[in-house]
Each structure stands twice: as structure tokens, then as C-alpha cells.
């Protein structure tokens, strides 16, 4: 049996460009010490760049406003991006925001949350807004999500969010976050989890700091690629912020 593992010509080429790209463009922006603003600056033309070469978001299908280019496109791009920290940044395919539109978009398909498209997932894929995923716990195992304890309780129409997150990558500098809280402690822990989007600006969102990492161990507050401590405290969302059913 024969396999074949040839790359379409045409997508070759622009696997091509996005070599030249990283190597020329993106990679050097390494090199400086910049401030949120300054990486900005620097981020928004190569992203009009990509838009315009028809590859940015890549990681979504088409009908939710991504290219739609599948797993294996994906993944070669990917082996090109991952090389500088920018890279998927400027193509419109980074960590966490790229997992969380995933999250939002699975959410709108299951429960009809039409709404969600408008509000949250097509600002992320424009770029216009960030997000963080607000899941690790200091005080727990991290690497088993069955003993988180930050809690969201109902109260009226609203949620009521109290916990003690960190390693919340670019929450320093998220306009939302979603976070992960236990809705029902009585059933199964697979069960008993819940997503909600919580904007940063929300009463109670406390974000502490930003935590050393073994690549970043003096970081400066509030950069790309950071990870925040962050303490909910009695936060307050709509009814509706609830991703997806209950659970
Ligand atoms: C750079 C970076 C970015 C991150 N970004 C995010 C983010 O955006 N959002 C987010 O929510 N989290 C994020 N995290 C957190 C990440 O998900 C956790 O670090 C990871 O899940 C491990 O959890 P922990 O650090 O609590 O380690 P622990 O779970 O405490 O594990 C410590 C050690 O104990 C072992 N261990 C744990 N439980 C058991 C067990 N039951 N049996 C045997 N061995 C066990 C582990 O294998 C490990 O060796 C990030 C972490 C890093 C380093």
C-alpha cells in the first residue's frame, strides 16, 4: 500500500512564504524588550498581511469564520509558527484564544447560544479582543481538573464565581476569560464542571500577578505569553455567559 504524504502544490507555496515570513519578519521582533502596546504595533500590520494571503484563523471551519483548513494544514503551519513566540499571534491561531473560540463555538452549536458568535467568538477571530482560559488552581492537582474547587453558584439569573486560579495564560492582558468552576459538587466530577465567560473588568476579577516561568522567570506584569495568578471573588455574570449546557 502506497502512502502518500505530498503536500498540494499550492498550499506548498505558501508554506513557503510563511517560512520566509517567520524568518524575516516575525522572528526578529524577538530580539526586543516591548511593552504590550509596542508588540502591538508591531503585531497589526503582518496580521493585515496574513488576512490578506487568506491565512489567518486557520484553525476554525469556514461557516464559524475560520479558513476551515483542517488538522494536517494545520499542523504543517503550525511547524513553521511554533518557532517564535509571535508566530501564531500573527496568523490568528494562538493559545488559548484558539482553543477558547473552539470551546465558544461548540457551546453555540449545542445550545443554539446564537448570540455568542456576535459578542465573543467573531471579535477573537477579528483580533479585536483576547482571551484567557482560567482552568489550573494553586491549590489543587492541575493535571487532574476532578478536584478543581473554585465554585459558580446560581443566584437568580446570574452566577455567582469564587476561586483562586493561576498559570492563566495572557490573562494579564485578556479582555475575557474562561473560566472553569464547579456548578454541582454532588454528581460525578465529570459531571459536576461548567465554563463561563467572565469579562476582566468584572467586579471581583482580581488579577494578582503575573507568575514566573521556568522560560520567563522575571517577567514584566501584563505581556503576551504571560500566565496570571487570578482571584474571583463573589464575580457576577449573566445567565447567559454559561458556555454550552449546565455540566
Ligand atoms: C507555560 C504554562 C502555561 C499554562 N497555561 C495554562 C492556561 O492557560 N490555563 C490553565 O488553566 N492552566 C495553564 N497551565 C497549567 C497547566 O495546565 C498545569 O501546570 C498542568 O495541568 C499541571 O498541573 P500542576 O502544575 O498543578 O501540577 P500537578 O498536577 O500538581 O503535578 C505535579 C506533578 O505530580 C504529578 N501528578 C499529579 N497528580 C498525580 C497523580 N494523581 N498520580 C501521579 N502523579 C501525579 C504530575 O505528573 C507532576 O509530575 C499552564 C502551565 C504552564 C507551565
Known sequence: MAWDFETEPEFEKQLAWMREFVQEEITPIETLD???????????????????????????PTDLGGMGFGQVRLGLMHEILGKTPYGPVVFGNNAPDSGNAELLAAGMEMTGQEYIRERWLQPLLDGTIRSGFSMTEPETAGSDPRLLKTRATKDGDEWVLNGHKWYTTNGSVADILVVMAVTNPDVHPYQGSSMFVVPVDSPGVDIVRDVGSMDDPDNHYGRFGNHAEIRYVDVRVPGENLIGPEG
Open 34 to 60: 516591548l511593552s504590550h502596546d509596542q508588540a502591538l504595533a508591531f503585531i497589526k500590520p503582518m496580521q493585515r498581511e496574513v488576512q490578506e494571503r487568506g491565512l489567518w484563523a486557520a484553525h476554525l
